[in-house]
């Protein structure tokens, strides 16, 4: 089981562009949630994502939008890139939509010059 | 305020030593996470807990409901244990501490 998997693992793109990430969940796992976290901070809840439809979003603005696939695979989608949008961007993978134990990937470095 | 604090934010300790980190949280919860994030960010999943307490290796983790308070402990601590560790609550959503960083000196 390859649990779940990231990519890129490292990014660097210019203001204004657009970027896309993806995480493939943990095998049996259909719920995937984005966290965004600024170095030196707690990660920040982005989204989560569970039969191909968003259920919950954090604050973040309308730039952000993802998807999920039938797989359950999701990309994270940020167009506009801002300096501030420099972080390392890690999906996390669950069952179902109740509290049951949710498994990270190792992130995506994200870095807007 | 934070949803969720966690002291202290620094934490040095020789080998050996048993290791206590705290959580706080403001927020009604179903679920408290305990987790580690070594260099390069991946995170471990430590312990998930609603109530009482749960142990798994030279770790244990305890929640007071009551209290809105969670501890994790390390026994016997290790260099290996080096990390920063992050406590998080589900209520609503996903809400994060801004991490313990723990350094073990050998």
């Known amino acids: 089981d390859a649990g779940v998997t990231q990519s890129p693992t490292h990014l660097i793109k210019t203001r204004g562009q657009q970027v896309t990430l993806r995480c493939s969940p943990k095998s049996g796992h259909d719920t995937v949630s984005w966290y965004q976290q600024a170095l030196g901070q707690g990660p920040q809840f982005i989204f989560q994502?569970?039969?191909?439809?968003?259920?919950q979003r954090g604050n973040f603005p309308d730039r952000f939008s993802g998807h999920q696939f039938p797989n359950y695979s999701s990309e994270l989608n940020v167009n506009a890139l801002l300096l501030g949008d420099s972080a390392l961007y890690l999906c996390?993978?669950?069952f179902g939509q109740g509290d049951t134990e949710a498994f990270f990937g190792q992130g995506t470095r994200l870095t807007v010059v | 305020k934070n949803e969720v604090e966690q002291s202290p934010q620094n934490l040095t300790a020789q080998e050996g030593e048993f290791i206590t980190i705290n959580c706080s949280y403001s927020v009604g919860i179903s679920a408290l996470h305990w987790l580690q994030q070594h260099p390069g960010g991946g995170i471990v999943s430590l312990f998930m807990?609603?109530?009482g307490k749960k142990k798994h290796g030279r770790l244990i983790a305890t929640i007071n409901i009551q209290e809105k308070h969670s501890s994790l402990h390390i026994t016997a601590s290790h260099p290996r244990d080096s990390a920063v560790y992050i406590c998080a609550v589900t209520g609503n959503q996903f809400y994060f501490g801004t991490g313990t960083s723990l350094t073990v000196i050998p």
């Open positions: 994502y569970y039969e191909e439809e968003e259920r």
């Open positions: 807990l609603s109530s």
């Open positions: 996390a993978s669950s």
